[in-house]
């Protein structure tokens, strides 16, 4: 099941020309897409003076946030680097930028650390704090373990095979010098199972549902960590 990073990469070139339109073309992928950026947007001003890493970026979905653009597929980054013409983009691993100490005012990555093996999580971690300024901010995304918990959730593949829940990413964080600062959710409802056109309409009930006490049982978990 656990894949190693060089064939999740080989992966990823290997979809970069269709990953757009598969993954968020759709209204499902819209739906999660939307409330990934109602939360980037309360938490990244992007008029601020800060210099922001874009950690697998990919095809530059989220990387309007973003002054840099770091990804370990060249393929994947073709498309983000015609959508970001101002973003100065890197080709390197998420655990080995080669970025100097305290770089950033802020690091996030959405749809990275899911595809990995918890060890290399770790090693992400310790990067991206190496390479924040002292209370520079981590925003990562993980699926929520006590929601595939809940519905007895059966991994097939590498793929999204990586759950963690809020504690778990707290004691990660810690051995990486960090510190969980606030959390989100993402997507409560079973929206792939809903009639297409009652997803839109749904988005701000859910996104709602999803950030209140049941948060943890969202299908996938925001983090915002600071560099202590
Ligand atoms: C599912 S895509 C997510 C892209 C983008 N963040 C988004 O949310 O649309 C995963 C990306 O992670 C990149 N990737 C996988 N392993 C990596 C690693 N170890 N270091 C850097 N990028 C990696 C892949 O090349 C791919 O572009």
Redesign the pocket.
């Given at each position: 099941m656990e894949k190693k990073?060089d064939e999740?990469?080989d992966y990823?070139?290997t979809i970069?020309a269709t990953?757009d339109d598969s993954?968020?073309g759709n209204s499902y992928g819209r739906f999660i897409d939307a409330e990934?950026r109602r939360v980037m947007d309360r938490l990244i001003d992007v008029n601020a003076e800060e210099l922001r890493l874009?950690?697998?970026?990919?095809?530059g979905?989220?990387t309007n946030y973003a002054t840099h653009g770091?990804?370990?597929?060249d393929e994947?980054?073709k498309p983000a680097k015609e959508r970001h013409p101002s973003v100065v983009f890197t080709q390197?691993?998420?655990?080995d930028t080669g970025f100097p100490d305290g770089m950033f005012d802020v690091v996030y990555?959405?749809?990275?650390l899911m595809?990995?093996p918890e060890a290399?999580v770790g090693e992400?971690f310790k990067e991206a704090c190496r390479i924040l300024k002292p209370g520079g901010r981590f925003i990562m995304d993980i699926p929520s373990k006590k929601r595939r918990q809940l519905f007895h959730h059966k991994q097939e593949s590498w793929h999204g095979g990586t759950q963690m829940t809020v504690s778990e990413v707290a004691q990660m964080a810690a051995e990486a010098s960090l510190t969980v600062n606030r959390t989100f959710g993402i997507l409560m409802l079973p929206v792939h199972r809903m009639p297409e056109r009652m997803r839109k309409p749904l988005l701000k009930f859910d996104a709602w549902l999803a950030n209140g006490w049941l948060k943890q049982y969202s299908s996938y978990i925001v983090c915002e960590l600071v560099k202590h």
């Open positions: 990073q999740v990469v990823y070139d970069a990953y993954r968020f990934e874009d950690m697998a970026c990919g095809t979905r989220l770091l990804d370990a597929s994947m980054m390197a691993s998420a655990a990555s959405f749809h990275l595809h990995l290399t992400i």
